[in-house]
């Protein structure tokens, strides 16, 4: 556990607010004073295994940076939680936000031994952190690749695990409009490699409450599918939190604070695999700004 309980932080009157793409978006209600999606990061690690270090490692991404140049992504899964941090630049080799950058200033907290990818086209990269990897006492392995998918109808965008050996494909991300094109976003669900067609039971995958979001992504992995719900309210993440197995601490924080937190829109996702006829979710996300 971390050794202090983060100071709570506010939103400022010049501080953005941007989806899980690190697009921007109009608040629905004033933002000013309220409570910054940070909060709910900070309140995460706590909750979690993790401690000082990671914390050191978020703060060193911001100086970095700069604040809300990093998205956040709390993971819950097999009984604990995980975190992932996400970077944008969508000038690709034109890019200021790189790889390169990234883990050059993470240096004095890291080690890896991750071959170097500027000459790519990529818009996004990601990676995983923990006590551990910003202690030292194990490398860094993978940085996520995101990539373009060029001549493709549906915008859309191409994963690859980058190792020591270079990238490997990984996932495949297709966005649709939530308001438009939900029809298209059950084909696309119901038409996957890791269950049988005749029967895709995805009431657990699109639960009602994160289905008022703005964009849809439904993602084909190694191993099994995934759906993502981006920009939903507050009362759709208390929801998520409470029924995707998050420690209580954090639902309870979500809450309370209801009223601090109305301001902003939030990204959940969800992997699933489908047995026995029926769909179950193996790993859930929410994503936020740091």
């Not at 970095?64 to 992932?84: D, H, I, N, Q, W």
Request: charged content about 25%; glycine content about 8%.
């Amino acid at each position: 556990m971390a050794g202090e309980r983060h100071a709570i932080e506010r939103v400022g009157e010049r501080d953005r607010h941007a989806d899980f793409c690190l697009w921007d978006y109009q608040p629905p209600r004033p933002a000013a004073g309220k409570l910054a999606s940070s909060n709910l990061l900070w309140r995460a690690i706590e909750a979690s295994a993790e401690g000082d270090r990671l914390v050191e490692a978020c703060e060193t991404l911001r100086g970095a940076l700069g604040p809300g140049m990093t998205v956040y992504g709390v993971k819950s899964f097999g009984g604990r939680l995980a975190f992932e941090f996400y970077f944008y630049d969508y000038a690709r080799l034109e890019r200021s936000v790189s790889i390169s950058r990234v883990l050059d200033s993470l240096a004095p907290l890291t080690t890896h031994d991750l071959k170097r990818m500027e000459g790519r086209p990529y818009f996004m990269f990601s990676i995983d952190l923990d006590e551990d990897i910003a202690a030292r006492r194990k490398p860094l392995e993978v940085v996520n690749m995101y990539i373009g998918n060029p001549g493709s109808a549906v915008s859309s965008g191409i994963c690859y695990e980058v190792g020591a050996h270079g990238p490997t494909l990984s996932n495949f991300y297709f966005f649709f409009d939530a308001k438009t094109e939900m029809n298209e976003v059950y084909a696309k669900a119901a038409c996957s490699a890791h269950h049988d067609l005749r029967q895709a039971p995805l009431a657990a995958v699109f639960r009602k409450p994160w289905l008022d979001c703005q964009v849809t992504v439904v993602a084909n992995k190694r191993a099994n599918d995934g759906v993502y719900f981006s920009r939903v309210g507050i009362d759709a993440l208390i929801d998520f939190l409470k029924t995707q197995a998050f420690p209580a601490a954090l639902t309870d924080f979500a809450r309370d604070n209801r009223a601090e937190l109305d301001h902003l829109l939030w990204d959940l996702g969800v992997d699933y695999v489908v047995e026995a006829g029926e769909a179950r979710l193996v790993k859930s996300a929410f994503y936020g700004l740091l």
